[in-house]
Each structure stands twice: as C-alpha cells, then as structure tokens.
C-alpha cells in the first residue's frame, strides 16, 4: 500500500513537470519565432534598401551592416521626433511647452499678463501705498487673475548677509500680505539689479503661464484695466516687446551716477540701442522663454533697461513704442505714472 502511494505521489509529480516543460518550450518557440521574424522583416528591408542604391537584384548583407543600419533607423526615428519638436518651438515661439522646467507650478487656465513690481530692502510704504492705489489684497488678487487673467506680485532678492533682519522683515510682510516672489538665488543691490530681472523673468515664465510679462517699478502707479485692454491688441504677435521707447548717451566717467562699465561696446557715439524705458515693460511669452532658455549666456550692463533690450537685438521682435507706458505723468488713458 505505501508502495502504491509513492507511485502516484511520483505520477503526478511527473505530470506537473511535463506541463512546466511543454508551457517554457512553448514560450521558447514564440520568443525565437518572434525573432525570426524580426530579423526577417530587417533584411528585407536591407536588402530593398540596396537593391534602391545599387539597381541589383538579390543581395547579400553581414550581419554588422545590418546592425549598422538598425541602428540608424533608430537614429532617423529620434530626429524625426526632433524635428516634430522644432516645428513646435516655431511654432510657440523659440521652444516647446514641454521643456519648461516648472509644468506642475503653472496656472491651469492661461493668464493675461503676470506683473512684477520691482522693490528693494526699507520700500515698505511704496509698497503698502501701491497695494491701496492699486495691486489688489486678500481675496481680490485671487479675483484679479479669475476675472482679468492677470498676477501681481512685489519682486525681491536675498541680503548679502543671507538670513539677516532684512531677510526677516520681507518674510515676515510676505507671512502677511502672501504678495512676494522672493527670488533665493539672487542677491538684493542696486548692482545686481539687471540679474535681478532676468531673474524674475525666468522665474515668472517658469511658473506661470501667461500671453504676456511685465515689469513695473515700485513708484510707478498701473491702471489694470488700462494695460488689460492694451495687452489685448497685441496678443495676435508671436514676440512683442513693449514699451516707452528710448534711448541715451553712455557714460564712460567712472565717478558718474550712469556710469557704464561696458561704454567701449556702444561705438564712438556713445549712445544705447533703442529699448525700453525701466519704469515700466512688456514682452510676449516667447522672449521670456527665450530669456529663461539663455539665462547662462545673456549679457547684462550697468542698467536693467539697456540689459533687457540688448537680449533682443538680433531676433525677430516687434518692439512696440507705446506712448501710454511712458509714465512721467498721467492722463486720461494712460497705463502708468511714476510718483
């Protein structure tokens, strides 16, 4: 009886194994079959490229030739998915959405302008000034991007002295008002202003997605519905810069309030390119991409008006000289007026 058991216990031991068997042996034989045709489908495929170049009929081929020209059909795969890319960025403007690094950060539903008033350390009163003449608090900013599509923030660096009781009276106001973008990585001083604002615009890019970025001074006052209708007009150009243009002599006198380390650059005229006055600008997303994309090889000078428009010397920009963003007074239709 235990003999009879023992040889059931090994008939089904049997059994299972020849099941495991047969099911690899039948993975086995789709895996080669599968490979056979593979490699079958790439020789024919060769061969008919051959026969294409050479006017022969059957060919022979090696095996490295056709590893060689595998791999460039993967080769012709990538750039063809390159070129899909490229058309694209053509198409935005220098770059597809996808390479911005911040996706997750952006608004939902695409905004109108995003605003950077440009403050510095002891402005305190400037800004509560503005926030009552003008940049909205509390629920309404929330409002002012639901209704208008548009974002206003006070921008700032970090102190020298990273952490000091500079640093804490703005994170302290920010705790309250929640109206600050704190740019971390740049250093709050007259000096670095023109970093400053390639600062804000890769990082206002980065995060919001908007038709239009401005730059306002902190003692300029804005009238919202103005710019609004304004921006509008002008969202039908792929890359537009936008502002009160000027130009102006260089100083090349080191003890001169305008001093321009770089005077040599502008010719024996001494005088700056046309660009846009610094109380107040606008440019279409695709240059603030294009700042963003290039930040490690655009050059800055001694102002940060002249460093923004010497981004766009070169390209193929609208620059738009609009009378409403000079802002030394203020009249009916205006945008701005500097206080």
């Known amino acids: 009886m235990h003999s009879r058991a023992s040889q059931n216990r090994l008939s089904t031991l049997s059994r299972i194994s020849v099941l495991l068997l047969a099911m690899f042996a039948t993975m086995a034989a789709v895996y080669v079959a599968g490979r056979l045709w593979q490699d079958a489908e790439n020789r024919v495929y060769l061969i008919q490229e051959l026969d294409k170049r050479t006017g022969q009929g059957q060919s022979a081929i090696s095996v490295d030739d056709t590893l060689k020209v595998i791999t460039c059909r993967e080769q012709q ?27 997750r950060t952006r608004s939902k539903k695409k905004l109108l302008a995003v605003i950077g008033i440009i403050t510095t350390f002891g402005r305190k009163k400037n800004r509560d000034a503005i926030r009552k003449a003008w940049m909205p608090t509390g629920a309404a900013v929330e409002k002012l991007a639901d209704e208008k599509g548009i974002i206003v923030r006070f921008v700032i660096g970090r102190s020298a002295n990273h952490g000091d009781s500079l640093d804490r009276e703005i994170d302290n106001e920010n705790r309250h008002t929640n109206d600050f973008i704190i740019l971390d990585g740049q250093v709050e001083a007259p000096e670095e202003s023109p970093k400053k604002m390639k600062s804000f615009f890769i990082h206002a890019v980065e995060n919001w997605d ?130």
């Open 210 to 339: 908007a038709e239009f970025y401005a730059k306002v001074n902190d003692d300029v006052y804005v009238n919202i519905d103005a710019l609004g209708a304004t921006l509008t007009t002008h969202m039908d150009k792929p890359r537009v810069y936008i502002g009160c243009m000027k130009s102006g002599e260089v100083f090349s006198e080191q003890s001169h309030k305008w001093y321009e380390p770089e005077w040599w650059k502008f010719g024996d005229k001494k005088s700056y390119f046309r660009h846009a006055s610094g109380e107040m600008y606008v440019m279409s997303r695709a240059l603030a991409q294009f700042i963003s994309i290039n930040k490690s090889i655009l050059r800055t000078y001694a102002h940060d008006d002249v460093s923004t428009g010497s981004w766009f010397i070169g390209l193929e920009v609208k620059h738009i000289n609009e009378a409403k963003f000079c802002c030394s007074s203020w009249s009916s239709g205006a945008i701005c007026a500097a206080v």
């Open 77 to 103: 795969k990538k750039l063809s998915e390159l070129e899909m890319d490229l058309a694209a960025a053509t198409q935005e403007g220098f770059v597809p959405k996808h390479l911005s690094k911040n996706d």
